[in-house]
C-alpha cells in the first residue's frame, strides 16, 4: 500500500523497520539459515526495500549488507556462502538499478552532487559483497544483463552497468578470456553517437582493468588509441589521464615500446582539459614507464619528461611574474609534476654504475634554488620546493652529495628569517641519505645547530608548541634520524643536551603526530644503549646515552605521568607507555624511582574536593609499572590510572 500510494515517508519508516530486524537476526541467521528464528524470508523483505524506486529508501539497509558479509567473511565457509549467495545476487542487481542516471541526463556522471555521492557509496558496498558471487561472475551477470535487452538497453541502463562492472574490475581473473574480451570490443567499438556519461563510464572502467590488460598485451594498442582520442574531448580528458595512468603502473615493460607516444602526451598535456590530479597521474605513469627501459634512454627520456615542466618554471622566474594560485604560471604545477616524476623514476642501479638521473638534477638544481629564493616567504610554494628536492635526492641517493653543501646553506639562510618546518623535513631527509658519510656529517651537524636556534625561539613563545606542531613533528624528526643514522655524531654533538630538554618539554604535547614524532625520539635515543650490543661502538653508545637519561629520567618520567593523567586523549597513550617500557629496560630501579617522585606530585584532590586517586590506587599503579614485563602492560596500567582524574 505505502508504495502503490507513493508515500515515501511510510516506505522509509519499513526499510528501518525491516532492516533493524534483520539486524537483530543477522547471527541467528548465519548460525541456522532458514530454520526458526534465521527465517531468510527477512532478508527477502529487506532486498524488497532495496528494489524501491526511491534511492534514499534502499540505502538505509547498506549497513547491514556490511555486516553480514563480515560475518560471513570472518566465518570463510563456503556452504553458508553458497546459501547467502543469491540473495547478493539480487542486491547487486537492485544497486544497478538504483545507479541509473535520468534519461535526460546530459554531459558525463557528476561524483560531487548527491546522487553521484550514493553512486559511490553503492561502488564501496558492491566492493565489500562481491567476494560472496565471484567479481568474474559480479562481471558477466552486469554485462549479460546489457546484452540481452529486448532491443538493445538504453544509455541509462548501460552506463549503469558498467558503473557497477567497474567496482569490481579491478579483481578479475586474469584467465577470463570470454566476457573481457567482448566488453572490450564493445568500448574500442563505441558509436560516435553514444551519449557521453557511458563513454566517461567506459573510459573509468579500462583503467581499472589495467591488470587483466596487463595479462593481455594484444589490447594495448587499440586501447591507447581509444584513450589518446578520449584525451582530446575535454569531459573526458581527466578520466582518460587516470586510466592511461592506470594501464602504465600495470603495465610498465609492454607499455615500453609505446614511450614516444606517451613522451607526445606529455609535452601537449596543456592543451588538454586536465585537472591537476590527472596530470601529474599521467606524469607519474610516463615516469613509472621510464624505470624500466634501459639506463642509456633513461637519461634521455627524463631529459625530456623534465625540460618540459622545468623549462615554464624558469620563465616564470625570470619574468618576474608574481604567482598566482591556480593561474597557468602558478610554480605550484610545475613544482608538483617535477616532483613526481622523480618520485617515480627509480631505475635498478648497480654498485659503480652512474646513476642516469643525475646529471639531469645537477643541471635543474639553479632553477631550484632560484624558486626557493624567489618565494622563500610563500610556504606553499616553498613546500612544494622541498618536496620536489625531497624525491630528486631519494632518486639518486649519494649521487646528488655534490648538491648538499649549496642546498644546506640556502635551507639555512632561509629558515633564520622564515621558518617553515619543510626545511626541517627535507634536512631529515639529507640525514637519512647522508648520515652515514664521515664527509657529511660535521656539515649537517652544522645544519642542525644552525636550525635549532629560530626552531627553539618560535617554540619558546607563548603557546608555541602548540601553534607550531608542524615544527615540533619536523624537528624530532630530524633528531630521530641523526640517532638512526649516526649515533654518535649525534650524541658527542653539544646540540643534544638542548634538544633532549627541548623534548621533555614537549612531552604533554596534544597534537598527535608532533607528540608521536617526539616519543619516536626518545625510543630510538634509549635503543641506542640497549639494541645491537654485538656492535662495536656499543660500550660507547651506552657511555653516551645513560648519563642522559640518568640526569634527566626523572623528568621524563614525571612528563609522561603528566601527559597521560592531564593533557592526553587515551588512543595517544602507547607511545608514552613504550618510552616508559624502554626506560625500565635501561634502568629498571630508577624507574622506580623516579615513578614514586612522580606520583607523589600529583594532586590528591580534584577542583571539587574528591580524591583523584587514594594511597592504595596510587601504591597498586607503581607495581603494575615496575614489574610490567611488556609494553601492553603498561599503557593498560596508564589508561587505568589516568581515569581515576578524569
Same mark, same amino acid.
Given at each position: 500500500m505505502a508504495v502503490a500510494e507513493e508515500d515515501i515517508d511510510k516506505c522509509v519508516n519499513y526499510s528501518r523497520i525491516f532492516t533493524e530486524l534483520a539486524e537483530a537476526f543477522l547471527e541467528v541467521m548465519v548460525e541456522t539459515p532458514g530454520r526458526d528464528l534465521g527465517d531468510l524470508r527477512i532478508l527477502g523483505a529487506v532486498l524488497d526495500c532495496v528494489g524501491h524506486c526511491q534511492y534514499e529508501v534502499a540505502e538505509i539497509t547498506f549497513n547491514f549488507w556490511y555486516r553480514m558479509s563480515e560475518i560471513l567473511y570472518k566465518r570463510d565457509n563456503r556452504i553458508l556462502n553458497d546459501v547467502f549467495r543469491p540473495y547478493i545476487h539480487r542486491l547487486i542487481t537492485a544497486l544497478?538499478?538504483?545507479?541509473?542516471?535520468?534519461?535526460?541526463?546530459?554531459?558525463?556522471?557528476?561524483?560531487?552532487?548527491?546522487?553521484?555521492? +550514493?553512486?559511490? #557509496?553503492?561502488?564501496?558496498?558492491?566492493?565489500?559483497?562481491?567476494?560472496? *558471487? $565471484?567479481?568474474?561472475?559480479?562481471?558477466?551477470?552486469?554485462?549479460?544483463?546489457?546484452?540481452?535487452?529486448? $532491443? $538493445?538497453?538504453?544509455?541509462?541502463?548501460?552506463?549503469?552497468?558498467?558503473?557497477?562492472?567497474?567496482?569490481?574490475?579491478?579483481?578479475?581473473?586474469?584467465?577470463?578470456?570470454?566476457?573481457?574480451?567482448?566488453?572490450?570490443?564493445?568500448?574500442?567499438?563505441?558509436?560516435?553517437?553514444?551519449?557521453?556519461? *557511458?563513454?566517461?563510464?567506459?573510459? #573509468?572502467?579500462?583503467?581499472?582493468?589495467?591488470?587483466?590488460?596487463?595479462?593481455?598485451?594484444?589490447?594495448?594498442?587499440?586501447?591507447?588509441? +581509444?584513450?589518446?582520442?578520449?584525451?582530446?574531448?575535454?569531459?573526458?580528458?581527466?578520466?582518460a589521464a587516470t586510466s592511461l595512468m592506470n594501464l602504465c603502473s600495470s603495465c610498465q615493460e609492454p607499455m615500453i615500446k609505446h614511450f614516444d607516444g606517451l613522451l607526445q602526451i606529455v609535452q601537449a598535456m596543456d592543451s588538454f582539459n586536465l585537472t591537476?590530479?590527472?596530470?601529474?597521474?599521467?606524469?607519474?605513469?610516463?615516469?613509472?614507464?621510464?624505470?624500466?627501459m634501459p639506463l642509456d634512454k633513461i637519461q634521455e627520456g627524463l631529459k625530456q619528461l623534465v625540460y618540459v615542466q622545468i623549462t615554464p618554471l624558469s620563465q616564470a622566474l625570470k619574468s618576474g611574474e608574481v604567482a598566482k594560485s591556480g593561474s597557468k604560471g602558478d610554480p605550484t604545477v610545475w613544482l608538483d609534476r617535477l616532483a613526481e616524476i622523480f618520485r617515480h623514476t627509480n631505475p635498478s642501479v648497480n654498485n659503480g654504475q652512474a646513476h642516469p638521473c643525475q646529471p639531469l638534477i645537477q643541471d635543474i638544481w639553479p632553477v631550484l634554488s632560484d624558486a626557493c629564493d624567489r618565494y622563500k616567504a610563500d610556504i606553499k610554494i616553498i613546500e612544494r620546493c622541498c618536496r620536489c628536492l625531497r624525491f630528486a635526492i631519494r632518486c639518486v641517493g649519494m649521487g646528488s652529495v655534490v648538491l648538499l653543501n649549496p642546498l644546506v646553506s640556502q635551507m639555512v639562510n632561509i629558515y633564520q628569517s622564515h621558518q617553515h618546518s619543510c626545511f626541517l623535513y627535507l634536512g631529515s631527509i639529507l640525514v637519512d641519505e647522508y648520515g652515514k658519510d664521515d664527509g657529511c656529517i660535521a656539515g649537517l651537524l652544522e645544519m642542525l645547530q644552525a636550525f635549532i636556534v629560530p626552531a627553539f625561539q618560535l617554540l619558546q613563545t607563548e603557546n608555541g608548541l602548540r601553534d607550531h606542531p608542524d615544527t615540533v613533528d619536523d624537528l624530532f624528526r630530524l633528531c630521530a634520524r641523526f640517532v638512526q643514522r649516526n649515533p654518535l655524531a649525534i650524541l658527542r654533538s653539544p646540540v643534544m643536551q638542548s634538544v633532549l630538554e627541548c623534548a621533555i618539554f614537549a612531552i604533554t604535547l596534544s597534537h598527535r603526530e608532533?607528540?608521536?614524532?617526539?616519543?619516536?625520539?626518545?625510543?630510538?635515543?634509549?635503543?641506542?644503549?640497549?639494541?645491537?650490543?654485538?656492535?662495536?661502538?656499543y660500550e660507547t653508545r651506552v657511555s653516551l646515552v645513560k648519563p642522559l637519561f640518568i640526569t634527566h629520567g626523572e623528568e621524563i618520567t614525571k612528563g609522561i605521568i603528566t601527559a597521560c593523567v592531564f593533557h592526553l586523549p587515551s588512543f595517544m597513550v602507547p607511545d608514552q607507555g613504550d618510552v616508559l617500557f624502554l626506560l625500565m629496560k635501561l634502568d629498571r630501579a630508577a624507574v622506580c624511582q623516579w615513578l614514586e617522585t612522580a606520583l607523589k606530585a600529583l594532586p590528591t584532590q580534584g577542583n571539587a574536593g574528591t580524591v583523584n586517586a587514594t594511597q592504595k590506587q596510587l601504591t597498586d599503579f607503581h607495581k603494575a609499572i615496575t614489574t610490567a614485563e611488556n609494553q601492553k602492560e603498561i599503557i593498560y596500567a596508564l589508561r587505568d590510572f589516568a581515569r581515576l582524574f578524569r
Open positions: 544497478s538499478g538504483h545507479c541509473q542516471l535520468d534519461p535526460d541526463h546530459e554531459g558525463i556522471p557528476d561524483e560531487h552532487d548527491e546522487f553521484g555521492e +550514493f553512486r559511490l #557509496r553503492v561502488s564501496d558496498l558492491v566492493k565489500d559483497v562481491v567476494y560472496l *558471487v $565471484g567479481s568474474t561472475t559480479c562481471f558477466a551477470q552486469m554485462f549479460n544483463n546489457i546484452a540481452t535487452q529486448p $532491443g $538493445g538497453a538504453s544509455w541509462e541502463v548501460t552506463e549503469a552497468a558498467l558503473f557497477t562492472m567497474t567496482a569490481v574490475s579491478k579483481n578479475i581473473l586474469p584467465g577470463e578470456n570470454e566476457i573481457v574480451p567482448q566488453v572490450l570490443q564493445a568500448i574500442i567499438n563505441l558509436p560516435a553517437t553514444t551519449h557521453i556519461a *557511458v563513454k566517461y563510464t567506459s573510459t #573509468r572502467m579500462l583503467g581499472q582493468l589495467a591488470e587483466w590488460i596487463e595479462k593481455h598485451p594484444d589490447y594495448l594498442e587499440p586501447l591507447l588509441s +581509444f584513450l589518446m582520442d578520449s584525451l582530446r574531448v575535454d569531459t573526458l580528458a581527466s578520466v591537476h590530479e590527472a596530470g601529474v597521474g599521467l606524469l607519474k605513469g610516463t615516469a613509472l614507464v621510464l624505470t624500466k608532533a607528540n608521536a614524532s617526539v616519543m619516536k625520539f626518545f625510543r630510538d635515543l634509549i635503543n641506542c644503549a640497549t639494541d645491537k650490543p654485538e656492535k662495536q661502538n
